[in-house]
């Protein structure tokens, strides 16, 4: 059912993509090894034709008898995996090797999307709860002491510093060693229109572990074979406040901004409002600019390709300083009341959205998405 895929994150894997976590892990295994996946669906990620002892665990017991006709040589466990997280219960000793492999469920209950259908909720142990299932699932790979996950999960949980700081637990004794990124569009019964960067991650055990800085370091590569550090771009919070300030008060005459989260959000949520609410943003007039600018990038946001979707908002605080009026008019084009803070120019609205796709196009470089092709 649609309800139980939204609550549970039910999303079945590629098998492209399972082909590269075992190519990550095969170095990794020896006669020593135990392979487990703690959300294992009909068991897609195990293969028939190694000897090391794999395990599975689901809650959905329908789904585990199906991976059972599939995979005999396979031990399979029907029970939650967030409850009572230990080797013991899943009948792993402790000197073992432990590789987890998978693609965790994950749900943001806090998500403003399909909030209506998220009813349910999944009991765990109290020191792995959080807000997303997906990273509790995290937080139990790290409860298990395993020596090796390979897994596929949100880009989200690495490169927003919320999430990552919610890891704490997992990311001061894991280290990220490989991180493709792939689009949630390319999974069956999900969302084409507005697709979600999802990373197949190999973590090692380190005791170095990781911080932000690690991750705002790191390069991914991309299943389309580009590469990109976050730290290789501005972006807009560095110029104006992304969410309100309850110090503010809203006076008549104020211009009013949705808040503002990622590159995503920003493409389903409004830019500039009439009406105050507890989710708007009093404008700086001294930065106006800097709205203006985000206006126009959702206007422009399919030139920026998914990957990018869960960043903040690009920005080249220089480059746009040339491309100001460009951006000042298209948007003129759109809200009149702009005309009380802003010259309308005569100029040809081909010109503007040519010099505007200019400037996106220097911006954003190898990852321009050309709608042209």
């Known amino acids: 059912m649609e309800i139980d895929r939204v609550n549970f994150g039910v999303f079945y894997t590629p ?85 987890i492999i998978g693609n965790p469920p994950y749900n943001d209950i806090t998500s403003l999307a399909k909030k209506e259908q998220k009813t349910k909720y999944i009991e765990m142990d109290s020191d792995i709860v959080t807000r997303d299932y997906g990273m509790s699932f995290l937080l139990s790979y790290s409860k298990l002491n395993s020596d090796i996950i390979a897994i596929l999960h949100p880009l989200s949980y690495l490169i927003k510093k919320a999430n990552f700081n919610l890891l704490k637990k997992f990311t001061n004794r894991y280290r990220l060693v490989k991180g493709i990124v792939v689009s949630s569009s390319t999974f069956y019964q999900t969302s084409k229109s507005n697709p979600f960067p999802i990373l197949i991650a190999t973590y090692e055990s380190n005791p170095l572990g990781m911080d932000f800085e690690f991750i705002r370091s790191f390069e991914f590569q991309t299943i389309e074979g580009k590469k990109f550090r976050i730290k290789d771009f501005d972006y807009i919070p560095n110029y104006i406040r992304k969410y309100p300030l309850k110090k503010i008060k809203y006076r008549d005459g104020d211009i009013l901004f949705w808040t503002m989260r990622d590159l995503n959000a920003l493409k389903r949520n409004r830019t500039f409002v009439k009406k105050y609410s507890t989710n708007t943003i009093v404008v700086d007039i001294a930065k106006l600019d800097y709205y203006v600018y985000v206006d126009v990038v959702k206007h422009y946001s399919s030139l920026f390709p998914y990957y990018f979707g869960n960043l903040d908002i690009i920005i080249d605080n220089e480059m746009f300083k040339q491309y100001r009026d460009y951006f000042i008019q298209d948007s003129l084009n759109r809200w009149s009341f702009l005309n009380s803070f802003y010259t309308k120019i005569d100029m040809k609205l081909e010109t503007i959205q040519t010099k505007i796709r200019e400037y996106f196009k220097n911006l954003l470089g190898d990852h321009y998405v050309n709608l042209q092709n």
């Open 15 to 99: 098998q492209q993509y399972i082909s590269i976590i075992w190519r990550e892990i095969e170095k990794y295994i020896d006669q020593n090894t135990t392979i487990l996946d703690s959300s294992c669906g009909q068991g897609d990620f195990f293969r028939k034709d190694i000897s090391t002892t794999q395990i599975g665990v689901d809650v959905d017991s329908d789904a585990i008898q199906k991976a059972k006709s599939k995979f005999p040589n396979v031990k399979f466990f029907s029970r939650n995996s967030l409850l009572n997280v230990s080797r013991d219960t899943f009948g792993i000793e402790e000197t073992r090797k432990l590789i």
